[in-house]
Nanobody, 124 residues
């Protein structure tokens, strides 16, 4: 079972990035897939989630943290076993390592499987 986040990079304030979470080894359709981020010296923050058929939040339903609502969009392509996070109107405070997991904010169970993160850096 693997999840691998990619698509991070360095972008100017106001710019955009699209993160991908490629999954393998399990049927992604069933699972909620969440995005989390952690900035240096800060606690991990739940960013977004998209529901799976057997998940907690409901098939296809989405969650966004208030800090990203209206700027980030989560989507899933079950045929490609991939979840996407579109980041628009980026701000320096969005700088963090972004992770995807089979867990969902705002109340993750702590039992999810996590992938390696991808660094997003937003310059002012």
């Amino acid at each position: 079972v693997q999840l691998q986040a990619s698509g991070g990079g360095l972008v100017q304030s106001g710019g955009s990035l699209r993160l991908s979470c490629a999954t393998s080894g399990f049927t992604m359709d069933y699972y909620d897939i969440g995005w989390f981020r952690q900035a240096p010296g800060k606690e991990r923050e739940g960013v977004s989630c998209v529901g799976g058929t057997d998940g907690r939040i409901g098939d296809g339903r989405t969650y966004y943290a208030d800090s990203v609502k209206g700027r980030f969009t989560v989507s899933r392509d079950n045929a490609k076993s991939t979840v996407y996070l579109q980041l628009n109107s980026l701000k320096p405070e969005d700088t963090a390592v972004y992770y995807c997991a089979t867990d969902c904010p705002p109340r993750p169970t702590g039992r999810g499987i996590w992938g390696q993160g991808t660094q997003v850096t937003v310059s002012s």
